[in-house]
């Protein structure tokens, strides 16, 4: 018996005694049907060359460890980032407990979001009656001050009418008439979780500026000096949005965060649970239509929502999640010149502090190749980087990407001589990157936790850094925007780097020569 | 922090009916009238716990549970680990489950072994409006082209597959046929079917039943009958749960033929109608097969608890009591084997933990199936509530594991969880991810049940050491006395948004 009570073994220990190896082995030989060990070697080292990776790059219908995930769950992250909203998501109520379940995981924070838990009848029927009653008990019970309403596949694909629905419910008395029910249509059968963010931003200004779905007079546009900042979807966003508060700060800036997710998902453990903290005030969404200029940190989460804003008479800029010194750079400017006002002494310093920081360690990147994927504006941001930094982000790969984007990526390449060998891949999924990974090799692997299955099988040491990251704690609360947030990608970068020289190098009397004590 | 060393089992009983009728208070009335069914204070003597169940959840009121997918692919077909088992329909449903259970397995991923890869047909518009039974051939094509050492495949209907018409019944029969009777399970476990995870479980041991034992019945078994053959049914092998079991059936002289669906293989399933004796650990999500089973091959079953050393002897007993005195004595040399360990377990924790109270909010059997595991420790249940059990579930719980007064909740709401946790204050509470930092930051302790926390394995007596130091370090981890500034009064736990 290995457990014991003074020293309690856990998983990762108990099933490596000799006890348990023996039963396992027993209960393969005996009981599994396994295939021959030999063979599952034989189509382990086939599914490692350029003729599995033809085959696996023909794949037309089937789709194997994507990156990306559903509208809706874009929906609830736009929709929290408003002061007391409550996500109501339409639909079949398992998915509102797998959005929380994500959410949850990533942040470590609660997630609250309710359902409208429609079941066959309202199949057949339609959700009507799950809407009035959803509403009702939702305002009663959590006292949200908007809530904000989007769709399941499951509601999509039976044509529930959002706006009819809404209007009936208050009509029923579910809510007050003059209650904030903001809504998009979300379909998780239609782009990914950027797209639902996008809608749901869009829905809610669409809301407040348009006439509030025809119960209130549109508002006039009566422009003011302020700029609006949306940040999009994004796994660091209690880190960025913070970072971004303290830039304009710094900067002198009047400025409303559209979805100020930055307190909702970091919550101080003080004895009391806020369901809703922070975000954008209902006063401050209306107010956002008067601003001079809006700007999006995350072109692919607003392609909907800049448009209708632009249509509003205000200026718009969109980034692509930029990171690192250029396009750091470029963003300040752009604030500067929408605002008319100086990057200011303190910035110009920290810009200097990066730089300085990337010609100490530069040595030990430059040349280096990644792979990176995620989010089509997270690409962008960290190939750009990456560029900067004399390495080369050999494959650049995002799910939900799409042609416009390869061509923005493949841009970004040909900018730059280290971009030259570089491979950009839309629509393609994590195991097309497994093949890319043993047929063309990289040096690092950048990615979220599902990344850790790819730094398995190919041997590449992973750097965690996208959405989700369920494995290690607590890095969204750091930036990756701006100087600082530079600053943070490229530690992770280094440190990751050197622990991978230093595994390599620390077999006494083999390789230790290189352990070296200063690097 | 307990207040039930100082009230009587009459004043537990008084308050618990007082924080009923005041969570609710905050309904409209139609809510009101149907969630006070759900909600009980336990009467001892009675044969269940005066709740009803397994009905549909109320719109807009943050129900813990999930759905029929969730019971189907995430916990009774997502383990069997040398099948692929797609998720049919949107990307979502898929991405969120992937991984997310634990079912420990050993294998090598991608190319014999399939548990942790999300395979999904990814549905764009065109498969909605033209349907996705082409698109579904055409993967299970491609799945035979890229993983020829797949030993199945199974089909998770997603939402939307019910409601577009697609036939994935005749599109598995059809590529069964192609590829030379292989074994395609088509799952209709759409997840606006049912009411929660339940109907989930039961459609897919309806698919079980119905494409595979049917199919493998002519098939001779792939190893030699013994008299002392039994299956584990029920253990999803979360944190390596079925493992630790395992080990005391086979210490006791059993041979465990097979694992459902923990660390399983489509051959184990098969193999099972030859047990002599099916043990249940999860009922809940099982007990279908294993009535098929008793029915049709009239294999006995048998329910058992490996939670906790009282419980884990009285279930090797009456395991035992099945088969001959080789068996009894192995059963009792098992349970001697264990117990220097067992007692020096309870040693160190009991004292830290006597006394404390809990709350649980669990699925499956756990939320009667940890109490014997915290009685070992000198700790009480004092509110438990299911989320997608059904009514024998709750007599199973107030026959044998509730003491007088415990306060019940069914299908139980974000508010009325909060506001009882609050009102109680306990000194651990236990259900899922979605409630575990909601009670943290009311500076409460907090302990997955779900997923153990990604600790774990909680069955057997290996286990039980760890459930004891994991409880020990939630209650007793120096962070909630930190939880309140030292300059501020000493405050109770609460909420803001819902007051």
Same mark, same amino acid.
């Given at each position: 018996m290995t457990q014991s009570a003074e020293n309690v073994l856990d998983h990762f220990e108990l099933f490596r005694g000799p006890e348990y190896q023996e039963m396992l082995v027993n209960k393969r030989q005996q009981? =599994?049907? #396994? #295939?021959d060990p030999a063979e599952v070697e034989r189509v382990r080292e086939w599914a490692k060359t350029p003729e599995y990776q033809e085959k696996n790059f023909a794949r037309e219908a089937l789709t194997i460890n994507p990156a990306k995930a559903c509208q809706p769950l874009g929906a609830v992250f736009a929709a929290v980032g408003f002061e007391s909203t409550l996500p109501f998501v339409h639909g079949s109520q398992g998915c509102v407990a797998y959005y929380r379940s994500h959410f949850s995981r990533h942040f470590k924070e609660p997630s609250s979001c309710v359902s409208s838990s429609m079941t066959e009848d309202a199949a057949v029927f339609g959700g009507l009656n799950n809407m009035i009653d959803g509403l009702a008990n939702a305002y009663a019970m959590y006292k949200p001050k908007m809530i904000a309403v989007s769709t399941t596949c499951m509601a999509e694909v039976i044509g529930d009418d959002l706006n009819a629905f809404i209007k009936t419910a208050k009509e029923k008395g579910s809510v007050p008439a003059e209650y904030d029910v903001p809504f998009a249509h979300t379909p998780a059968f239609v782009g990914s979780h950027v797209t639902g963010y996008d809608n749901v931003m869009k829905g809610i200004l669409d809301h407040f500026w348009d006439g509030k779905a025809g119960t209130a007079p549109k508002l006039e546009r009566v422009p003011n000096g302020k700029i609006n900042f949306i940040g999009g979807f994004d796994g660091y966003t209690v880190g960025n949005l913070r970072e971004i508060k303290r830039i304009f700060g710094l900067m002198g800036i009047d400025y %409303? &965060?559209?979805?100020?997710t930055s307190d909702v998902w970091d919550t101080p453990t003080d004895g009391e649970f806020r369901m809703y903290d922070g975000g954008t005030t209902l006063e401050e969404a209306a107010d !956002? &239509?008067? !601003?001079k200029a809006t700007v999006s940190m995350q072109e692919y989460c607003t392609e909907k929502t800049l448009p209708f804003i632009a249509a509003h008479g205000q200026e718009v800029a969109a980034f692509n999640h930029p990171v690192g010194v250029a396009g750091t750079d470029r963003f300040l400017m752009a604030l500067a010149r929408l605002t008319g006002t100086e990057i200011p002494v303190e910035l110009e310093r920290e810009r200097g502090r990066l730089v300085d920081a990337i010609a100490d360690s530069s040595a030990h990147i430059h040349g280096k190749k990644f792979a990176i994927y995620g989010d089509p504006d997270l690409c962008l941001g960290l190939a750009g980087f990456l560029l900067e930094l004399g390495a080369e982000p050999t494959h650049v790969l995002a799910t939900n990407g799409s042609k416009a984007w390869a061509a923005k990526v493949q841009e970004l390449f040909d900018s730059s001589p280290f971009g030259k060998n570089c491979h950009v891949h839309p629509g393609r999924d994590l195991w097309h990157l497994r093949s890319l990974l043993f %047929? =063309?090799?990289?040096d690092f692997l950048i990615g979220n936790t599902y990344g850790k299955y790819l730094e398995r099988d190919t041997g590449t040491p992973l750097i965690r850094i996208g959405f989700p990251i369920f494995d290690r704690h607590h890095h969204h609360r750091f930036p990756l925007w701006g100087y600082q947030g530079g600053l943070n990608v490229l530690v992770t970068i280094l440190d990751k780097i050197f622990d991978t020289i230093d595994l390599n190098t620390n077999v006494p009397s083999k390789t230790d020569y290189s352990f070296d004590i200063i690097r | 922090m307990s207040m039930s060393e100082t009230q009587s089992v009459a004043e537990i009983k008084e308050r618990n009916k007082e924080l009923i009728a005041e969570v609710l208070q905050v309904y409209p009335e139609k809510t009101a009238k149907r969630r006070a069914k759900h909600l009980n204070v336990h009467e001892a003597g009675k044969s269940d716990c005066g709740v009803k169940s397994n009905l549909k959840s109320i719109p807009g009121v943050m129900t813990i549970r999930g759905c029929a997918y969730a019971g189907s692919k995430g916990v009774v077909w997502g383990p069997i680990k040398d099948m692929i088992h797609i998720s049919h329909g949107p990307v979502g449903c898929g991405q969120y489950s992937w991984a997310a259970r634990r079912n420990y397995y050993i294998g090598t991923t991608g190319i014999d072994t399939f548990v942790t890869m999300q395979f999904t047909s990814d549905f764009q518009e065109k498969d909605i409006v033209f349907g996705g039974d082409k698109k579904l051939a055409k993967i299970i094509d491609e799945i035979q082209e890229l993983f020829p050492l797949n030993n199945g495949i199974s089909i998770q209907s997603e939402c939307p597959i019910g409601l577009i018409g697609d036939d994935i019944e005749a599109v598995s029969k059809a590529k069964s046929k192609e590829y030379e009777g292989k074994t395609i399970v088509p799952v209709r476990c759409e997840g606006f079917r049912g009411v929660s995870q339940s109907l989930g479980h039961h459609v897919a041991n309806d698919a079980i039943r119905d494409w595979v034992f049917d199919k493998s019945a002519a098939k001779p078994a792939a190893f030699e009958a013994s008299p002392y053959d039994v299956a584990i049914i029920g253990d999803y092998n979360i944190g390596g749960d079925a493992w630790s079991s395992r080990i005391l059936l086979e210490e006791m002289g059993l041979r465990v033929i097979a694992q459902w669906s923990g660390d399983g293989t489509l051959a184990e399933l098969e193999n099972t109608p030859k047990a002599k004796l099916n043990v249940l650990h999860c009922y809940r999500s099982m007990n279908y097969i294993s009535r098929h089973m008793e029915e049709k091959y009239g294999i006995p079953w048998c329910e058992y608890n490996f939670f906790g050393p009282s419980k884990i002897a009285e279930s090797l007993r009456k395991i035992a009591s099945y088969f001959d005195d080789k068996i009894k004595e192995g059963a009792e040399r098992v349970i001697a084997k264990y117990q220097a360990l067992t007692d020096a377990v309870i040693a160190k924790y009991r004292p830290r933990l006597e006394g404390k109270t809990v709350m649980l909010f669990v699925g499956g059997l756990r939320p009667r199936h940890v109490i014997g595991a915290y009685e070992d420790l000198g700790m009480e249940v004092v509110g438990t509530g299911y989320e997608f059990g059904h009514n024998d579930d709750y007599q199973r719980t107030a026959q044998h594991y509730v003491k007088d007064g415990t306060l019940i909740y069914d299908d139980v709401t974000g508010y009325e969880f909060e506001k009882f946790v609050e009102r109680i204050q306990p000194d651990l509470v236990g259900s899922g991810i979605k409630e575990k930092y909601v009670f943290q930051k009311m500076g409460v302790p907090f302990r997955q049940m779900h997923s153990w926390d990604y600790s774990g394995p909680y069955h057997g007596y290996d286990g039980f050491a760890i459930f004891a130091r994991d409880m020990d370090m939630a209650i007793n981890a120096p962070v909630w006395k930190m939880a $309140? !500034?030292?300059? $501020?009064g000493a405050a109770q736990p609460r909420l803001l948004a819902a007051e």
């Open positions: 009981f =599994e049907n #396994r #295939r %409303t &965060i559209l979805g100020d !956002a &239509i008067h !601003a %047929t =063309e090799p990289v | $309140k !500034a030292p300059w $501020k």
